[in-house]
């Protein structure tokens, strides 16, 4: 089989880059070693993770919300082999739709693990044990990660478990304890807090979500403890877990070097998440990983240091998430048509789906310091938006950072209700280089979150908050 273009993965970066690829007219095919496509993200993260964390807040506000929106309900449990299988459903609804536009582009699929023979060939091992080749003029990298082990604390995918088996538990743990307060622990976190498990997050780190803006993680730490009652553990440095029978015992060493441990019936390993690279043979076209995080580099337009040998998502440097896994596999079918595509790194938003949602684009008021740059902030408490009046959605705020000089939004952070949408809005504007009097003076609908952004906007400007 000779192709233009054959990619090797079938996550968000791999099925968009196929798809784009084909729209262009390049003859495409996709290598996938697992038995369904959408990768990480369709399978065991974004999708079911979301699904897990909508039934999950169904439940929390039946249990303790309805009650002040004058709904009464009585003897309310939780059915958590239900809860997984409507988990299940949505994601065989969303892999079915990428073999449905994979079909609809007329875009071949081979099962089996893909790698390189040479540079245009590739060689798919097949579950079975069969082999088969095919060649292609360009080959587009899109391996994805996997969840970042810890040497000393060895999964064992029962009791010691990543975010793929937390996808899957059928109970509802008593105590569940999360190594890391990053993105993916706190979401999976929140989800058996809300269903009644008492969640302890170790991190290692003084704040959680550390890489966003500092008053969001201090923010998101306060109303997750306070709404959901998890606990947090922070300068925490764990050393080591061990299962017996049903409890796991993780040991920690505090902020002092004391010893602590938690005694609980699942450890979540949330440390991050590792490039994938495992059996794609790189070593037969002489592509090295870079030493540290086994990303595989790349230059400006996504290309290795092999010609035609592109790689795009989590198996390259930056933000492990799925859109951006897109918009390279966006830019790099268009780069190999000889389109000059464009993508701006600083503006790929950043969310984090518990409740309060956490979202974020630009610079963070740090970053601003760091860098000397002047600018001046505006925030705007949800507390005083009467939508979220409406919701008794009052935690959080909006909080826009303008240049000092000339008004250009550097950067939008919000923890609120609806953040993850909300943030778009700042996108965009950040996208045309909008300035801070620019949303401040366009029309927001009343009664709308997206207040709260105007109203921050507006006191960035000059300090003309009128709800504040
Ligand atoms: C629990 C969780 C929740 C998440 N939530 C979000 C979220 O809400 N928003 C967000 O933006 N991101 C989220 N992410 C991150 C997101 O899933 C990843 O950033 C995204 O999937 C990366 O896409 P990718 O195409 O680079 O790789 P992947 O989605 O990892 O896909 C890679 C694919 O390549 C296949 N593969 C690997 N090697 C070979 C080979 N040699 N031959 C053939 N096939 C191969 C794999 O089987 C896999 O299907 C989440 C991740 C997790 C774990």
């Not at 949505?90 to 449905?100: D, E, K, L, M, S």
């Not at 601003?368 to 919701?391: C, D, I, Q, V, W």
Request: aromatic share 6%; with cysteine; hydrophobic share 40%.
């Amino acid at each position: 089989m000779q192709y233009d273009v054959v990619v090797i993965g079938s996550g968000p970066g791999g099925y968009v880059s196929a798809i784009r690829c084909a729209q262009l007219g390049l003859k495409t095919a996709v290598i996938e070693k697992y038995n369904t496509f959408g990768g990480t993200c369709l399978n065991v993260g974004c999708i079911p993770s979301k699904a897990l964390l909508d039934s999950s807040e169904h439940f929390h506000n039946a249990a303790h919300t309805f009650t002040t929106h004058g709904i009464e309900l009585k003897d309310l449990v939780v059915n958590m082999p239900q809860m997984i299988a409507r988990k299940n459903d949505v994601v065989a609804q969303n892999t079915a739709g990428i073999t449905y536009l994979f079909k609809k582009n007329k875009i071949d699929t081979f099962e089996g693990l893909g790698s390189f023979v040479d540079k245009n060939t590739i060689k798919i091992k097949k579950t079975d044990g069969t082999e088969e080749q095919v060649t292609a003029k360009n080959v587009i990298i899109a391996t994805g990660s996997k969840p970042t082990s810890l040497p000393f604390l060895p999964v064992d995918k029962k009791r010691i478990i990543t975010s793929t088996e937390a996808l899957n538990i059928t109970e509802v743990p008593k105590h569940m304890v999360v190594i890391g307060g990053g993105v993916i622990g706190l979401e999976l976190g929140s989800v058996y807090a809300r269903l009644g498990t008492k969640v302890s997050v170790v991190e290692f780190m003084p704040s959680i979500i550390g890489t966003m803006d500092a008053g969001l993680g201090k923010e998101l730490q306060r109303v997750l403890k306070k709404s959901l009652g998890m606990e947090f553990f922070m300068n925490h440095k764990v050393t080591g877990a061990s299962v017996e029978g049903d409890v796991v015992t993780v040991t920690a060493d505090n902020a002092k070097g004391e010893q602590v441990k938690f005694e609980a019936d699942y450890c979540i390993v949330a440390v991050g998440r590792t490039a994938y690279t495992e059996g794609l043979g790189l070593e037969n076209i002489g592509i090295k990983t870079e030493d540290r995080g086994n990303k595989i580099p790349v230059n400006e337009h996504l290309e290795t240091s092999v010609a035609g040998v592109y790689a795009i998502g989590d198996v390259i440097k930056g933000a492990m998430l799925a859109h951006k896994a897109e918009d390279e596999g966006v830019y790099v079918a268009e780069h190999i048509v000889g389109q000059k595509p464009h993508i701006n790194y600083n503006l790929i938003p950043g969310v984090v789906y518990t409740w309060p949602e956490v979202a974020s684009v630009g610079y963070t008021e740090e970053q601003l310091k760091a860098s000397g740059t002047k600018y001046k902030a505006g925030s705007f408490p949800f507390k005083a938006s009467g939508r979220a009046k409406a919701s008794m959605d009052t935690d959080g705020f909006v909080k826009v950072l303008a240049d000092a000089t000339t008004d250009e939004i550097l950067g939008v952070h919000i923890i609120g209700p609806r953040a993850a949408d909300m943030i778009a809005e700042a996108v965009v504007a950040m996208e045309f280089r909008a300035s801070a009097e620019d949303i401040a003076r366009i029309c927001h609908a009343h009664p709308t979150y997206t207040e709260a952004l105007k109203e921050a906007a507006m006191a960035a400007t000059e300090n003309r908050a009128i709800h504040i």
